[in-house]
């Protein structure tokens, strides 16, 4: 299967955390850039196939911003120099449209925060997000993005 599905969870800030997402490979491919697989500056689902999905158990803060307990599903938009990360009320569908668009609903983004992305030299090939006393971090290819969870 070239994106299983995959999840990591943990406690973090007190709270349950679950992030269940689909986990592409590199395979040789450029990810991130201004014309790769996931170019700067296009909503990305943050994951493969289905809706990536964070679940917390408890109100927690995000970068500084609450997000209330609950479901949400989980996007992203790429840049080189900074990312922003969605939370939407929508889940449990397919993330994209026929299109190739992603399937956000911006009238439904809970929160949306600013993050600063870390370049590393050796390659991750298989996206997994990690979770940590601090937050959660996506991490694929060149690329680790940090979310602070407090």
Known sequence: M???RDSVSGTVAGANIKIWYGAPSVRGR???SP???QPYGKIWRAGANQMTTFTTDKDIKIE???LPAGKYSLF???GADEWTIIFNSVNNQWGIHRDGTANDDPTKDVLVVKVKP???TDITERLVYKLSGSG???V???VEVPVRIE
């Open 2 to 4: 070239p994106s299983p």
């Open 30 to 32: 450029v990810i991130f």
């Open 35 to 37: 014309d790769g697989l």
């Open 64 to 66: 500084g911003k609450t």
């Open 76 to 78: 992203a938009t790429p």
């Open 118 to 120: 870390i370049m590393h």
């Open 136 to 138: 959660f971090a996506l």
């Open 140 to 142: 694929w290819e060149h």
